[in-house]
């Protein structure tokens, strides 16, 4: 879950992030994304929200993105993905990315421990295994982040 109010746009989540998953320092291939609204001080964090009614997972021709059931996340099967990125297109979120080498890329919950929030010395960015209480939460946060980010972003 993300708490906005928290966030000082430092990006070391994105850093560690891209570190774990491609073992290299590139935003590009970072699975969060810090939002910046210079003007207005706000940093936002966008990552996926592993939504329980996924606009990804059913806007995919292929069927490419499923759910793990054991942690909760959704997750792009590479080998199935033909790169379409209609699921970018769906995201409410923003949530996926393309990254430079072609390939469609999202928040995989690190197995269920997530890094990006064991580096978050603000706190921005908590963790709770996905039980039937904690989707709800998530869920409301997720709507939370998206009423923020219209606010924030004047659309």
């Known amino acids: 879950m993300v708490d906005p109010l928290n966030c000082s746009g430092c990006q070391l989540c ?6 774990k998953k491609e073992g290299v320092v ?3 291939y970072s699975r969060i994304r810090v939002v910046r609204f210079e003007g207005k001080g706000a940093y936002i964090p966008v990552i996926c929200q592993q939504c329980v009614d996924a606009p990804c997972e ?3 021709p292929v069927k490419a993105i499923k759910r793990n059931w054991e942690t909760g996340a959704l997750l792009v099967d590479q080998d199935k993905c033909v790169g379409c990125r209609v699921c970018i297109m769906v995201c409410p979120f923003g949530a996926l990315s393309w990254t430079p080498d072609g390939r469609i890329v999202k928040c995989d919950l ?3 421990d997530p890094l990006c929030v064991k580096v978050c010395t603000r706190e921005a960015l908590t963790y709770a295994p996905a039980t039937g209480i904690n989707l ?3 869920v409301k946060a997720a709507e939370k982040l998206g009423e923020l ?3 924030v972003s004047g659309v």
């Open 14 to 19: 994105m850093i560690a992030c891209s570190l």
């Open 26 to 28: 590139n935003p590009a």
């Open 58 to 60: 059913r806007a995919c």
């Open 110 to 112: 690190c197995d269920g």
């Open 136 to 138: 709800k939460k998530q």
């Open 149 to 151: 980010l219209r606010k």
